[in-house]
T-cell receptor
Framework: GAVVSQHPSWVICKSGTSVKIECRSL??????MFWYRQFPKQSLMLMAT?????????EQGVEKDKFLINHASLTLSTLTVTSAHPEDSSFYIC???????????FGSGTRLTVV | QKEVEQNSGPLSVPEGAIASLNCTYS??????FFWYRQYSGKSPELIMS????GDKEDGRFTAQLNKASQYVSLLIRDSQPSDSATYLC???????????FGSGTRLLVRP
């Protein structure tokens, strides 16, 4: 079945630094990729939708200059958390959709801790 | 009003019982519905998808969809302790393919 690889699985960074998270579709071309954030004991909140070769569409309340998303190819999307602060500590999960396939495949998630 | 609503639980059932999880959604044009299971600290994993009114069965799992009532449910038969997890209902917003999640229901299956 479809596989999405996400890494790193966890990262600790200092406040003020930037962190890049990668999401790769290994055996299919991802028409659209989605980035979610999940705080403890809460559900997944959609941050943005990215389509290959175009700018990401951000959900209301998500700062596009802070959460930079690049979807340069049909198999790779990256999320960069710029100038990270402790309140950005969360579980970030990517998801990929393949063309007309209704299914969505999720990455394994990245646990970000900002100290 | 939230787009996708679930009872947060926890729903506690004894081993071997049927667990019933419910979800309502607000967007009448939604056509695709998904149930995911998420263990603590892990990414969601797909259990079932359903697109048409009625029931869809897959092993111990049955998804039920009623578009008129904007309601989707998941039944887990012969519940096992390993089924203890948070179950997330997700609805695809067809105009944009966005997948919106409910807050999840925590299920506890007692041995």
């Amino acid at each position: 079945g479809a596989v999405v690889s996400q890494h790193p699985s966890w990262v600790i960074c200092k406040s003020g630094t930037s962190v890049k998270i990668e999401c790769r579709s290994l055996d299919f071309q991802a028409t659209t990729m989605f980035w979610y954030r999940q705080f403890p004991k809460q559900s997944l909140m959609l941050m943005a939708t990215s389509n290959e070769g175009s700018k990401a569409t951000y959900e209301q309340g998500v700062e596009k200059d802070k959460f930079l998303i690049n979807h340069a190819s049909l198999t790779l999307s990256t999320l960069t958390v710029t100038s990270a602060h402790p309140e950005d500590s969360s579980f970030y999960i990517c998801s990929a959709r393949e063309g007309s396939n209704y299914g969505y495949t999720f990455g394994s998630g990245t646990r970000l801790t900002v100290v | 009003q939230k787009e996708v609503e679930q009872n947060s639980g926890p729903l506690s059932v004894p081993e071997g019982a049927i667990a019933s999880l419910n979800c309502t959604y607000s967007d009448r044009v939604s056509q695709s519905f998904f149930w995911y299971r998420q263990y603590s600290g892990k990414s969601p994993e797909l259990i079932m998808s359903i697109y048409s009114n009625g029931d869809k069965e897959d092993g111990r799992f049955t998804a039920q969809l009623n578009k008129a009532s904007q309601y989707v449910s998941l039944l887990i038969r012969d519940s096992q302790p390993s089924d203890s997890a948070t179950y997330l209902c997700a609805v695809r917003m067809d105009s944009s393919y966005k997948l919106i999640f409910g807050s999840g229901t925590r299920l506890l299956v007692r041995p």
